[in-house]
């Protein structure tokens, strides 16, 4: 796994969405990236400051039973 090729594996990683939350069942487990084609982010907060304000809106949890 040393080229840049994509595509071959199963779990496809959208290289303009890079994300670690590797709990959600979107993330590219073993790559730091989404594997939607698409999310969408949101706030939680009025007046949003810093980076912790904002959610990830597409987060699905990883279900695992
Ligand atoms: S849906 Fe959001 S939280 Fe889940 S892997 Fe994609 S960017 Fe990360």
Redesign the pocket.
């Known amino acids: 796994m040393k080229d840049s090729s994509c595509c071959s594996t199963s779990t496809h990683a ?1 290289k303009c ?12 487990q073993g790559q730091n ?4 084609d698409k ?1 969408q ?1 949101g706030t939680h907060e009025k007046n949003p400051t810093v980076p912790s304000c904002t959610d ?5 949890p990883k279900q695992t039973t």
């Open positions: 959208n969405i890079e994300c670690t939350v590797t709990q959600c069942k979107h993330h590219a990236y989404c594997s939607l999310i982010v990830c809106n597409s987060f699905a």
